[in-house]
């Protein structure tokens, strides 16, 4: 079976064009039981208590492969932005109140961490690779053509660990925005039994985020060329994440440096 085969189309071509909805996908309403909404309501606020109380110690620096556009930015817009499931903890914190969107699961798990991030200001728009994709993909071009950077947990939201989805591509290449891939390490973390080996920073740690360059996927391909650039540019996104996480790792630890000063949160 063809990987890029598309179960779903967002693209425009000579021929056809997507219908975009008025207003994103931001939300749904969905049925749960009254232990799921208990649960619900125990994690989101637990998520969101253990984020403030451990975020505001977190010593962070920001590196780029490509100089920002202000020296002071901790990211661009607008932007399709791509990391690691394993590192929500810290990237929700840096980039609270940004108003960000962020493509997030219709599962349960993707449920609360709807709500969690709510509550820090960011915008979530419901839908993953394997349910309500194209809505999802929809709603995030949507976000896009209002200036709004947008973000994917690209190897969520269950795995395999470490392996890019192709929805920004897609996305790139109807949007006309670019990608980008970033990282976050830890200095010293706990790191859960979970699929994505999730990270929880431990107080006072240090965090490395690393930017990739941005790479634009091209509007006019033609369709008999799709697959074939589609596969390019999707291996350049792989490419980009496993650079940018390498490079942190190695470098975090001289967070502080005069090289890899602190930025204020």
């Given amino acids: 079976m063809d990987l890029f085969q598309p179960r779903y189309n967002i ?10 909805p008025e207003q994103p996908p931001i939300s749904e309403t969905r049925r749960f039981s009254l232990r799921q909404r208990i649960l619900l309501w125990l994690i989101s606020w637990a998520s969101y208590l253990a984020i403030s109380l451990i975020g505001p110690t ?8 490509e100089p920002p556009s202000s020296p002071d930015a901790t990211y661009e817009k607008p932007v ?34 709807a709500r969690t991030l709510g509550k820090f200001g960011f915008i979530a728009v419901r839908g993953s690779s394997s349910r309500g994709g194209a809505e999802a ?4 071009r949507s976000q896009l053509e ?5 973000v994917f947990t690209i190897d969520g939201p269950r795995g395999p660990r470490y392996v890019a989805k192709t929805g920004p591509v897609l996305l790139s290449r109807a949007s006309a925005v670019p990608m980008a891939a970033f990282s976050v390490a830890l200095s010293d973390a706990w790191v859960l039994n979970t699929w994505d080996a ?12 690393r930017l990739s360059a941005k790479v634009q996927v091209p509007a ?30 190695e470098h975090v630890a001289r967070v502080g440096s005069p090289e890899f000063p602190i930025i204020k949160g």
């Fill in 220 to 249: 006019e391909a033609a369709d008999s060329e799709m697959n074939a650039q589609m596969v390019e540019f999707h291996s350049r996104l792989q490419t980009a994440l496993e650079r940018v996480t390498r490079f942190a790792e």
């Fill in 58 to 65: 977190l010593r962070y620096s920001i590196s780029w492969e």
């Fill in 198 to 209: 999730l990270m929880i920073p431990k107080p006072f740690s240090k965090a490395l985020v």
């Fill in 80 to 113: 399709i932005y791509c990391f690691w499931h394993r590192a929500v903890f810290p990237s929700a914190w840096l980039w609270r109140r940004t108003g960000i969107a962020v493509m997030v699961s219709r599962s349960f798990d993707g449920e609360y961490i």
């Fill in 11 to 20: 693209g425009v071509s000579s021929s056809t064009a997507a219908v975009e």
């Fill in 146 to 150: 209002r200036g709004t950077s947008v």
């Fill in 137 to 140: 993909l929809l709603g995030l």
